[in-house]
């Protein structure tokens, strides 16, 4: 009864969001044989049942209507594009959910890497060696670079990028050739591209999902990064890495982020953890003389003795505000 259940809820779901046609839009079609919606709708049950499709295909075939071959073609094609679905399907959730909330809601996008581990392979394409920042040792896989949207409350996954190395010389195994055409070759290329780009391109297909801040830990934030982000019509909120590589510019000269640290004081507020606030300029490389003001909030470690800075190119925020906002970045952890 309970699988009953659930079924019926998915057969819902999947007529409530027009699964047909998005699959239509993201050139998911068989000339024939069984549909491709009816494929998905089955291997989605089998998550919410509990059941895995490699031992249901073995044990219990005659609960699926499709065989081992028509599952595995279909999961395996390099002409559908999973990740225009996601996103489509993302954005009719999001736009649901905003019309039930109040338009005082700042909703953001989050950015966020992290291990895609596949130590026990040997075959998979692109695959190299990525750090581990965990156990602090290198394991093979990926980085998986996140894309996600949230409103404080609800957390949406809109795209993500699996990165391998720029460089040849570091992948393990090299790519099979494919026609350029496909989604498979774009996906590959897309996995040798630069972390920038690859965030850049996400906000791109994410042009369309309401979200006026992003994002990240400070991984990201590098001056380049912030300003091409904001070249996107969308503001940055992020943690700042404490290094002497990065430079600040304040009244006249460009100054590492601990020496700003002393212009803002010493006393916290009790309540918040602020200790002040410092308006700076950043320019995305050295010879360019274009500067670009940002704020930069200063809040006391409650953990520690330390101090955490973090910084918005939106100027009319708050103190306070800017470290509610950047609060909902844990959202995507």
């Given at each position: 009864?309970?699988?009953?259940?659930?079924?019926?809820?998915?057969?819902?779901?999947?007529?409530?969001?027009?699964?047909?046609?998005?699959?239509?839009?993201?050139?998911?079609?068989?000339?024939?044989?069984?549909?491709?919606?009816?494929?998905?709708?089955?291997?989605?049950?089998?998550?919410?049942?509990?059941?895995?499709?490699?031992?249901?295909?073995?044990?219990?075939?005659?609960?699926?209507?499709?065989?081992?071959?028509?599952?595995?073609?279909?999961?395996?094609?390099?002409?559908?594009?999973?990740?225009?679905?996601?996103?489509?399907?993302?954005?009719?959730?999001?736009?649901?959910?905003?019309?039930?909330?109040?338009?005082?809601?700042?909703?953001?996008?989050?950015f966020d890497d992290s291990l895609y581990s596949?130590?026990?392979?040997?075959?998979?394409?692109?695959?190299?060696?990525?750090?581990?920042?965990?156990?602090?040792?290198?394991?093979?896989?990926?980085?998986?670079?996140?894309?996600?949207?949230?409103?404080?409350?609800?957390?949406?996954?809109?795209?993500?990028?699996?990165?391998?190395?720029?460089?040849?010389?570091?992948?393990l195994n090299p790519a099979k050739p494919l026609?350029?055409?496909?989604?498979?070759?774009?996906?590959?290329?897309?996995?040798?591209?630069?972390?920038?780009?690859?965030?850049?391109?996400?906000?791109?297909?994410?042009?369309?999902?309401?979200?006026?801040?992003?994002?990240?830990?400070?991984?990201?934030?590098?001056?380049?990064?912030?300003?091409?982000?904001?070249?996107?019509?969308?503001?940055?909120?992020?943690?700042?890495?404490?290094?002497?590589?990065?430079?600040?510019?304040?009244?006249?000269?460009?100054?590492?982020?601990?020496?700003?640290?002393?212009?803002?004081?010493?006393?916290?507020?009790?309540?918040?953890?602020?200790?002040?606030?410092?308006?700076?300029?950043?320019?995305?490389?050295?010879?360019?003389?274009?500067?670009?003001?940002?704020?930069?909030?200063?809040?006391?470690?409650?953990?520690?003795?330390?101090?955490?800075?973090?910084?918005?190119?939106?100027?009319?925020?708050?103190?306070?505000?800017?470290?509610?906002?950047?609060?909902?970045?844990?959202?995507?952890?």
């Amino acid at each position: 009864s309970n699988e009953n259940a659930v079924t019926s809820r998915i057969d819902q779901y999947f007529i409530q969001n027009s699964f047909s046609k998005l699959l239509k839009r993201c050139n998911f079609y068989k000339e024939s044989g069984i549909p491709c919606v009816t494929i998905l709708k089955e291997l989605f049950t089998l998550v919410f049942t509990g059941k895995n499709l490699f031992r249901t295909l073995e044990m219990r075939p005659e609960e699926l209507s499709f065989r081992k071959n028509t599952a595995y073609r279909f999961l395996n094609s390099g002409h559908y594009n999973w990740s225009k679905l996601l996103l489509l399907l993302a954005s009719k959730i999001i736009a649901f959910v905003n019309s039930l909330t109040s338009d005082d809601r700042k909703s953001v996008l989050i950015f966020d890497d992290s291990l895609y581990s596949r130590s026990r392979s040997k075959k998979v394409e692109l695959m190299t060696r990525v750090f581990d920042h965990t156990t602090h040792k290198f394991v093979k896989g990926f980085r998986m670079l996140t894309l996600g949207w949230s409103d404080g409350n609800t957390f949406l996954p809109i795209g993500f990028s699996l990165l391998s190395s720029q460089r040849p010389e570091k992948i393990l195994n090299p790519a099979k050739p494919l026609d350029k055409r496909t989604i498979a070759y774009k996906r590959r290329a897309e996995a040798m591209r630069s972390t920038t780009d690859a965030l850049i391109n996400l906000l791109h297909c994410a042009a369309n999902i309401p979200g006026k801040y992003v994002l990240f830990d400070s991984w990201f934030a590098h001056p380049k990064t912030i300003l091409r982000v904001k070249q996107e019509k969308r503001d940055v909120i992020c943690m700042l890495k404490i290094t002497e590589k990065i430079h600040y510019h304040h009244n006249g000269k460009w100054q590492p982020l601990q020496e700003l640290r002393k212009l803002t004081g010493d006393m916290a507020d009790d309540k918040t953890g602020i200790v002040g606030s410092i308006t700076v300029q950043i320019r995305e490389a050295k010879n360019i003389q274009e500067l670009t003001d940002v704020k930069i909030v200063f809040v006391q470690d409650k953990r520690s003795k330390n101090w955490l800075a973090l910084l918005s190119t939106d100027l009319e925020l708050s103190e306070e505000e800017v470290v509610r906002i950047y609060g909902k970045r844990w959202d995507i952890e």
